[in-house]
């Protein structure tokens, strides 16, 4: 087990082999693809959400069917 320097648990990632505080790793929160800050998407206002475009497409399409 790897401590951080502020003896906190500095986790490994799976995906990418690095420690959590090595690098910022996202995911999409439905459908768990590893994300860049460059695939997710993006609402009206500018924020970024921790979807994938594809699922935030998805998403949209059932919430508009009911």
């Known amino acids: 087990m790897h401590v ?3 003896n906190h648990i500095d986790p ?3 995906v990418h082999g690095k ?3 090595e690098h910022d790793c ?3 929160c439905l459908c ?3 994300l ?3 695939e997710c998407h993006v609402l009206p206002d500018g924020t970024k959400e921790d979807v994938c475009n594809e699922c935030a497409r998805n998403e949209a399409a059932q919430m ?3």
């Open 36 to 38: 860049t800050p460059d």
């Open 12 to 14: 490994v990632c799976l």
């Open 32 to 34: 768990f693809k590893p």
């Open 64 to 66: 508009d069917s009911r």
């Open 19 to 21: 420690r959590q505080s």
């Open 26 to 28: 996202l995911y999409c």
């Open 4 to 6: 951080h320097k502020n």
